[in-house]
C-alpha cells in the first residue's frame, strides 16, 4: 500500500477536507484520463462545455451558457459562458477550444480518449499528423464555438461533457510540457496544490476563480470543501480498513466485505450505475470466432451464483447490452442466456468442438479475482476445459486487451450518458482499436448505429440503436455478466450532502459534500 498523508491520520480532521479513496491514475491530464481514477480527480480540475446531472444524467449548461445542433445532426454551436476563467487566471474563449480539441487529437499527445472527436471535420488529417488544427473547430468570436462534424451525430453535445473535451491553456501546456503533465491547469472548481508525484496520491484545492454557474449542481457546482485529498492505494481492503479506522473519509467496498458493510445504514451507500461487466471473447481468433463456441460459454457460466457468492446477491443479472439507467423501462431479456451446463457441453460435443486449453486474463487486485476462479471453476466443470485465470497488473492488462487472443473480464461504464457511448466504443468496427476489445465486427449492426446517430427524432433513434442491440446479443461477441453497483463508505458524521451521494457513473458527488456544523 502506498499512500499520502497531511498530518497524523489519527489526528482530527479538518472539517473542510476529504479524504478519498483511489488506484493510481495513468494521468491526470484532460487529454487522457482515460481510466477510472485520473477521470475520477479530473471532474475536480476541468470543468466541460456541458455537465451532467449526478442524478439523472440529463445534460446542464456549464462553461457554454447554451448550445444548438444544426438540423441535419452536422454542426454544433456553443455559446460559452463569460467569465470563465483557467487556474492561472486568465479567462477562457473560443479560440483555446480550437487548440485544447487540436491538441487532443494530434498523434505527439498519445491521447487513449482522441477517438470521441473522431466524427470532427479534420480529425483523420491531425491525427496522421497531416495538419496541427482540426479545421471543423472555429471560433466564430471570442465566446461562440462552432464544430462542425464529417456526419451526422445529433447526440454529440453530450460527447462535450466529457472531460477530454474541457478547455487547456497553450501558453502552459505547450511552454512546458512535463510540468503540465505533473500540472495541469484548466477550467474546474479545484486545482492541484502540489505537483503530482505518482505513488503519493494528489490533493486539490478549492479555486476561488471558479465561475460557479454549473447547472449540473444547485448551487452552481463549486464546491464547499477546502480541499479533496486523494489517497492512493494498491489494496482495496486497506482502504476499507483505513476507513474503519477514521484514516479515509470515501473509500469502495471489497465484494467481500459486502456482509460487513450491510448494517452500516446509510455510512453504506449501495448505487445503481450505468455500467456492465463482461466477459469477452476475441471474435477473430479460434475458437471464439465461433458462435456456437461463445454460446457454450456463456450458458456454462452460473452467473447467478457468482452474484450471490461475490456481491452478496446485491447485482442484477445483465441479459442484455444497455444498463437500466439507458433504456428506461425496456427490460427485455436479448441474449436468452439461461445457465444449463448440461445443454452447453452437448452443443460442442454436437458441433464436434473439442475442449479447448486457454487462459480466463484480468486485472488483479480490485476484488476480480475470487469471481474470477469461480467463473473458471464453472468452465473448466461444465466443459471439460482447461481456463486457468491470468491475472496481470492494470497498465500491463490496459496494454493487452488491444491485442487480446484470450477469454478476459472487462468493465463499460459510461463517458457520457448516452445509449452510442456503449454500443458505438464496443462493437462498431470502426472502434477496433480502441475499446472494442473483441474487434466484433458486423456490417448490419456499423449501419443501425450510424443510422441512428444521423436520427435527428429521438424515439426513431433509440428505435435503431435497441435494434442495433439486439444484433449485437444474438452475436454474442461478449457475455454480459450483471450491471453495474457500486459500494462506498461515507463518512456521515463529517459530512452534510444536499443531494445523491454518489451519481449515475457510480463516482461521489464531492462538490456536493459540505462539513458538518
Request: glycine letters at 8%.
Amino acid at each position: 500500500m502506498t499512500v499520502t498523508t497531511t498530518g497524523s491520520d489519527h489526528e482530527a480532521a479538518a472539517p473542510s477536507r476529504v479524504r478519498v479513496f483511489i488506484g493510481e491514475p495513468s494521468s491526470i491530464d484532460p487529454c487522457n484520463g482515460f481510466e477510472h481514477d485520473g477521470a475520477l480527480l479530473l471532474r475536480f480540475l476541468a470543468d466541460p462545455l456541458l455537465d451532467y446531472d449526478p442524478g439523472t444524467g440529463e445534460p446542464r449548461p456549464a462553461a457554454a451558457e447554451r448550445w444548438e445542433v444544426s438540423a441535419d445532426g452536422t454542426q454544433v454551436d456553443f455559446r460559452l459562458r463569460p467569465g470563465v476563467r483557467f487556474h492561472h487566471g486568465r479567462e477562457v474563449t473560443a479560440a483555446d477550444y480550437v487548440y485544447s480539441l487540436s491538441r487532443v487529437v494530434r498523434p505527439e499527445t498519445g491521447s487513449k480518449l482522441a477517438y470521441h472527436l473522431a466524427c470532427v471535420q479534420g480529425y483523420e488529417e491531425v491525427r496522421s499528423g497531416q495538419a496541427r488544427v482540426l479545421d471543423g473547430v472555429t471560433a466564430m468570436s471570442p465566446h461562440h464555438l462552432r464544430i462542425r462534424l464529417v456526419r451526422p451525430f445529433h447526440e454529440i453535445p453530450t460527447v462535450f461533457g466529457h472531460r477530454v473535451t474541457a478547455a487547456v491553456p497553450a501558453e502552459l501546456a505547450e511552454g512546458d510540457p512535463e510540468a503540465f503533465r505533473i500540472h495541469p491547469v484548466s477550467t474546474g472548481p479545484y486545482r492541484i496544490a502540489d505537483p503530482w508525484v505518482p505513488g503519493n496520491g494528489l490533493a486539490l484545492e478549492r479555486f476561488d476563480g471558479y465561475h460557479a454557474h454549473n447547472a449540473a449542481f444547485p448551487d452552481g457546482g463549486g464546491g464547499h470543501l477546502d480541499r479533496l485529498e486523494f489517497r492512493i492505494y494498491e489494496e482495496l481492503e486497506d482502504a476499507y480498513q483505513d476507513w474503519h479506522r477514521g484514516d479515509l473519509d470515501v473509500v469502495k467496498v471489497p465484494p467481500a466485505r459486502i456482509p460487513d458493510a450491510l448494517p452500516l445504514e446509510e455510512r453504506f451507500r449501495r448505487t445503481p450505475c450505468a455500467l456492465m461487466q463482461y466477459l469477452g471473447f476475441p471474435v477473430d481468433i479460434e475458437p471464439f470466432d465461433n458462435p456456437v463456441v461463445r454460446r457454450a460459454v456463456a450458458m456454462a457460466v452460473d452467473r447467478q451464483a457468482v452474484i450471490d457468492s461475490a456481491f452478496s446477491g446485491t447485482r442484477p443479472i445483465a441479459q442484455r447490452i444497455l444498463p437500466p439507467a439507458l433504456r428506461g423501462d425496456d427490460d427485455a431479456d436479448l441474449t436468452g442466456v439461461r445457465y444449463d451446463p448440461v445443454s452447453a457441453r452437448a452443443l460442442l460435443d454436437e458441433h464436434g468442438i473439442a475442449p479447448v486449453t486457454t487462459d480466463f486474463t484480468y486485472n488483479a487486485g480490485l476484488g476480480h479475482d475470487s469471481w474470477v476462479a469461480a467463473v473458471v471453476n464453472q468452465l473448466n466443470s461444465a466443459l471439460g476445459w482447461s481456463v486457468t485465470p491470468r491475472p496481470m497488473a492494470w497498465p500491463e492488462f490496459l496494454a493487452w486487451l488491444g491485442h487480446a487472443d484470450t477469454l478476459f473480464r472487462m468493465t463499460w461504464a459510461i463517458d457520457y450518458p448516452s445509449v452510442d457511448n456503449f454500443l458505438y466504443p464496443l462493437f462498431h468496427s470502426a472502434s477496433i482499436g480502441d475499446d472494442n476489445f473483441t474487434r466484433y465486427h458486423n456490417a448490419g449492426v456499423d449501419g443501425l448505429i450510424d443510422k441512428a446517430r444521423a436520427t435527428a427524432d429521438a424515439a426513431e433513434r433509440h428505435a435503431l440503436y435497441r435494434e442495433a442491440e439486439t444484433r449485437i446479443c444474438d452475436d454474442l461477441p461478449l457475455l454480459p455478466l450483471w450491471f453495474g453497483v457500486q459500494y462506498h463508505l461515507v463518512n456521515l458524521e463529517r459530512f452534510r450532502i444536499d443531494g445523491p451521494v454518489v451519481d449515475m457513473f457510480g463516482e461521489p458527488v464531492l462538490r456536493l459534500f459540505r462539513p458538518q456544523p
